[in-house]
């Protein structure tokens, strides 16, 4: 099957750029509602779908060639489609595309009348759970935030955002697992926002950035400076791993920069970032850039992310 590319420009623009008032987010599957149940990745025979839960029923879905993201290069976006509930399925009839999904089952006919069918699953990050190696400093494991300042823990055992850890580090591998909200109606930077801060300096964006283009403001980029080289980003309500390999900028006797900050990200087990020089400082920074260490940061910017499993290792 070739299908046509099927690009809603509007619609990508918007779902990429666009931030408003969220409803409110849900932060357990049994509590997302019956569009929970819909959104999320679609796997059959050399092909592949991500539907976006979009609010009152609507969704949007991004149609793969050959897999995901992320599971084979040559994995292709090949169709972008609207779709809406209509009872106990989803419909829809956009750009000569024409279908439902029902039963957990993405069923289609393409405008050049191939057939394909597609079936619900959930990916795991083949890093989640990783245990620490020698050596390491167990920074969080869900009984105490002991090792962060103000740090908050529900009564999940998940630490809360919106702080740092007490200590400082210089050079770093950083593994840390964390989870977005499900927020159908929200947009953009409005949509599980959060942040993993080097040194607090510079941010590896923590988004609800699932089936969108992948930019360097959406999950995974390295904020405003990098985008990832594939949207590895998984559904909200999913757990997800980042493993961060950091080098500290150098600095000269008399304060001054001699060598950029260097970064590598694996996100989901899938390099993102590799040795990504960070010119500067990211935009809500803790500290200006400097030779001194700094701690591990993790943003809160009003939306209910979690945090799990976060161990470091100094080099």
Not at 9 to 14: D, E, G, K, R, S
Request: aromatic share 8%; with cysteine.
């Amino acid at each position: 099957m070739t299908p046509r590319l099927l690009a809603s420009a509007a619609l990508i623009c918007t779902l990429a750029t666009s931030a408003f008032a969220a409803d409110d987010a849900s932060i357990e599957p049994e509590n997302a509602g019956p569009d929970f149940a819909v959104q999320g990745e679609y796997v059959g025979d050399n092909a592949a779908a991500q539907v976006i839960a979009l609010g009152d029923g609507k969704f949007h879905i991004v149609g793969w060639a050959h897999g995901l993201p992320g599971t084979t290069d040559e994995a292709e976006k090949v169709a972008e489609l609207d779709a809406q509930r209509e009872g106990d399925r989803i419909v829809f009839a956009t750009n000569g595309w024409k279908g439902s999904i029902e039963n957990g089952v993405l069923s289609g006919v393409s405008p050049d009348g191939d057939k394909a069918s597609v079936k619900h699953t959930l990916r795991e990050s083949p890093a989640a759970g990783a245990k620490p190696p020698a050596g390491a400093t167990v920074l969080f494991d869900g009984t105490n935030a002991d090792a962060w300042e103000g740090g908050k823990v529900d009564d999940r055992g998940f630490l809360k955002c919106g702080t740092k850890t007490k200590k400082a580090f210089n050079d770093f591998t950083l593994h840390i697992e964390f989870r977005t909200p499900f927020m159908p109606k929200a947009r953009g930077q409005g949509r599980g926002n959060s942040g993993v801060y080097s040194q607090d300096r510079y941010e590896t964006q923590v988004l609800d950035s699932f089936g969108l283009k992948g930019e360097n403001n959406e999950c995974g980029g390295i904020y405003t400076i990098s985008k990832p080289r594939v949207n590895m980003c998984f559904p909200p309500l999913s757990w997800q791993t980042y493993d961060i390999d950091y080098v500290a900028a150098k600095y000269s006797d008399d304060g001054l920069k001699t060598k950029n900050a260097i970064i590598t990200v694996k996100q989901n087990g899938v390099l993102i970032q590799d040795h990504v020089e960070i010119p500067h400082a990211t935009g809500s920074a803790g500290l200006t850039e400097g030779p001194t260490p700094g701690p591990i940061a993790l943003q809160n910017h009003g939306t209910p992310v979690f945090y799990r499993n976060i161990w470091i290792v100094e080099k």
